[in-house]
């Protein structure tokens, strides 16, 4: 694992279009897995409350957000467990589900390249008001198209 060195360190400071950037390590180490199973105490209670669901949303982490503007990073991709085990999981309980990674890419893309802004706080795994308006943007899109059940 690459970020052994790091064990008291929870962040890695990574420079983008010249601004310093923290990204959490764990959740780097996290999304770096190739597999996850999930477990079977989340899929039951997930289908308990199955009913009380309209539409799950896909939230990504910064870091894979950011992926293509970190150096090095443009000779291979991510893996995406956790989206693929959602997804899958989803569909076997007949849930609508969204992923914003790709949404939140391309703005985040767009807003660091034209305008030198992030969607994400630069120092904090949260969105901004520039991430939170491209969620809500897609949730209300849903909401219009009465996708809901």
Do not use: C, M
Not at 23 to 29: E, G, K
Not at 56 to 73: L, Q, S, W
Not at 112 to 135: Q, R
């Amino acid at each position: 694992n690459k970020y052994v060195k790091h064990k008291k360190e929870r962040v890695e400071v990574i420079k983008i279009n010249g601004h310093k950037v923290g990204f959490h390590i764990p959740r780097i180490i996290a999304i770096e897995k190739k597999v996850f199973n999930g477990s079977e105490e989340f899929e039951q209670a997930l289908r308990s409350i199955s009913d009380k669901i309209e539409h799950i949303f896909f939230i990504p982490e910064k870091y894979r957000v950011y992926y293509d503007f970190i150096k090095n990073n443009n000779e291979k991709s991510l893996p995406n467990a956790y989206w693929e085990y959602l997804s899958i999981l989803a569909n076997k309980l007949n849930l609508k589900i969204t992923n914003l990674t790709e949404p939140l890419r391309l703005e985040s893309k767009r807003l660091l390249l034209e305008k030198n802004l992030f969607t994400w706080w630069k120092d904090d795994t949260h969105w901004n008001k520039n991430g939170i308006a491209v969620a809500a943007e897609i949730v209300a899109k849903i909401i219009r198209q009465n996708t809901f059940k």
